[in-house]
RNA sequence: GCUGACGUAGCUCAACUGGUAGAGCAGCUGAUUUGUAAUCAGCAGGCUAAGGGUUCGAGUCCCUUCGUCAGCUCCA
């Protein structure tokens, strides 16, 4: 039986009645000459069909204009078509591998001699526009296996992604004019719709994402449905390298990385070691608080406890190389810096016997450690060898896990949620490939993290595979000024090492038991929490992180005095704050003042020194001022400081 | 670690196809004494990342090493 017509319904409820094999165009021109310009594709039962294809029968049916955010991933993917279009006609011998659509753009790779320049991803991109500008259809088939197999017969990459298909799988190609792609598609219906796009970079990708395979050249682009949206996107970009904590350190002079010393190895110079410290304190108070108690372990140790602990070899390739022991001892003996405090937190747990009545221990310790990280992976403070974590390891009973868990979320909360005003995303992260302990334990591990967050009604992601080698964890995410993603906070329940280290405490039955062991970290590493405020702030600390926080600015010489005053008085209460004491005009020292991201300043003129006020001018606030007295501007900042305001009380 | 690009004064950047390294800001000195985002003048500052090579001559060309940046891989 043939239907000489079909019936579609529409998101709004209403229903369409089409001619048999009609197209989601058909169904775009049918509602309206506006839809049918803007359509970029349809949504059929959720997927996202070309709008070349022939509608089904009886199904709901949306279409998708511009607008929207599943259209923008079309026209993405077809953008990258359109890339590998115009390589394959300007390097003929050019394998594609594959080019999917990302996050703000879409990237293609291939396998080329000889990488691309610069000047040839200019080439391409005019060639692109030719394509755009013969505006070819986008072309759907679907065929079978040895079809594909002969279309691709010179690459090599896709006949091996046609053998990775399984026996049931649609197999569709694309082509537009004189490109064919394997494909699931969709696309968007022609290459003339693909206008506003530019290509950012090109570099080297491991063919499946796999170090041990063949590098492919990657060209990566963006692309967006109209111009002031590319403008708006590229404008974005600019404006986020301001905030990169690798500029702002240097503007700002938080921090240096010298070549003479090596890279990842962050020197804290005075402003950012404030900073820092005003971040441990602030953390040590809170787990104080908390039953947390503070130990302080040495940087070496005997390469023997990470063999005990199981880091070599499972971490050695994170370990720096060991070093001799000294003269006069055996030869055979040989140190490690520690990338780890686990072990010696351990060591300090079983330096003595313990009751179920002392449970928890919490051993704290914000440390440095050193790991080997791979050169290419270092970035500024973000990505170091010597980490300062804000390091603890609790030993409870089994019964106390989810207990402390609970508090562990809570203090995650307290801190990057209520106190930075931070947004974070929750990882569960699941047992890796490296691993210490039998599947019974990490099935038991796992459970427990996962029972915690649903308890809490938190809403995580599961990160296959993510796990430390000793146990799973959940882990905070957050995103630098550039997007891309970066872990903090890290709470890791750990059953293999009290096993590898036969931890024990006295049960209430007087029969030893096995402590169960949690590692976590709330700001991660001070290295990496603190680039990640840099940016998060653009530089803006709130009052309480400032390394400086009042700027005082006589106008002229004969206010020094007063100025100085001002400054003491500050001092005094606990604030810091210096005097601009160079011979410049008011409005240079403002200028100044304002580059340096100092929260207040404090103008001290001749009306000023007079009355014992200042004229206050607020971070960013331009030339609104506030005059106070010295004594009630003392006070809000005070209270500021000790609420740790993110806004300013003035 | 891999692929590519890059490395010039404290910072940001110049120096055509090889021909004796230059500017702005910052710094210092002096003048000016300033009321809410840059007062004026002068001075000083560089073995052009390091090492080697080609050349009459190298910042520029070649090699090695170190580092930085982008991406991949890996991770707090």
Redesign the pocket.
Known sequence: MTAREIRVTLPDGSEKRLPAGATGADLARAIGPGLAKAAVAIRVDGQVWDLARALPDGMKVAVLTDKDPQALDVLRHSSAHVLATAVRQLFPHAKIGFGPPIEDGF?YDFAVP?????EDLERIEAKMHEVVKADYPFVREEVNREEAKRRFTDDPLKLERIDDLGPNEVISVYTDGPFVDLCRGPHVASTGRVKHFKL???????WR???RRQ?L??I?GTAWFTKEDLEAYLRRLEEARKR?H??LG??LDLFS?Q?DV???LIFWHPKGAMMQFQLRRFIEDVILERGYQLVYTPHVTREQLFLKSGHLPLYA??QFPPMAAGEGEAEDVRYRVKPMNCPMHILIYASQQRSYRDLPIRLAEIANVY?N?????????????G?T?DDAHLFLRPDQIEDEIFQLLDIVELVLGKTFGLSYRLDL?TR?A?KLGSDATWDQAERALEEALKRRGLTYRTDQ??G?FYGP?I??KFNDA?????????I?LDFALPERFQLEYAGEDNKPHRPVMIHR?IY??L???CGFLIEHFAGAFPLWLSPEQVRVLP?????LAAARAVQRRLAAAGLRAVVDE???????K???G??HKVPY?A???????DAGTV???L??E????V?LSVDAFVAKLQEEVRTRALTPLV
Request: aromatic share 6%.
């Open positions: 990237y000889t990488p691309f320049t610069p950012l970079h090109a570099a080297g990708a491991y994402g796999d170090e590098m050249q990657r990566y990169d690798r500029v240097k503007q990385i070549e090596g890279p990842g390739e994170n790991r990280e791979r050169s290419g992976t270092l970035h500024g403070m973000l990505r170091v060898r980490l974590m992260a890796p490296k595979g993510g430390a964890k882990d905070v550039i997007g891309r993603e970066w872990q903090g906070a890290t890791q970290a991660g590493t290295e990496r929490f106008i002229a010489d004969t206010q160079r011979n410049e005009t008011l409005n240079y403002i200028r100044d304002e580059t300043m103008v001290v003129g001749q009306r000023e020194a004229a206050v001018r971070r960013g331009g030339k609104k001022q005059v």
